[in-house]
Nanobody, 121 residues
């Protein structure tokens, strides 16, 4: 069974950092593109970053974010630094079992349940 499980969210003050984890099961994550998306209340889901075996890492949102993978743990990480209140959202990881990244949510077929990130003083 193909599954993605996110963790690492929480509440943080502005200018703080968080590292989100996306653990994959049922497939080898390093063979496919894995993306991070976020969705704030009342807004559309937007791409944050993606990592692919063919194109490497792509950052869609902001240079404050970096994406990486640990193949041994079948896990993809999203490191978020200098967080701002506007980064508050539910963060999801997703895969389309393809090797190329896309910034369009409808092209992804498998999603995690999401993890809440709240940036507030």
């Amino acid at each position: 069974q193909v599954q993605l499980v996110e963790s690492g969210g929480g509440s943080v003050q502005p200018r703080g950092s968080l590292r989100l984890s996306c653990v994959a099961s049922g497939f080898t994550a390093s063979n496919y593109a894995i993306a991070w998306f976020r969705q704030a209340p009342g807004k559309e889901r937007e791409a944050v970053a993606c990592i692919s075996p063919t194109t490497g890492s792509t950052i869609y949102a902001d240079s404050r974010f970096t994406i990486s993978r640990d193949s041994a743990k079948n896990t993809v990480y999203l490191q978020m630094n200098s967080l701002k209140p506007e980064d508050t959202a539910v963060y999801f990881c997703a895969t389309d079992r393809d090797t190329y990244c896309s910034e369009y949510p409808h092209q992804y077929t498998t999603w995690g349940q999401g993890t809440q990130v709240t940036v507030s003083s």
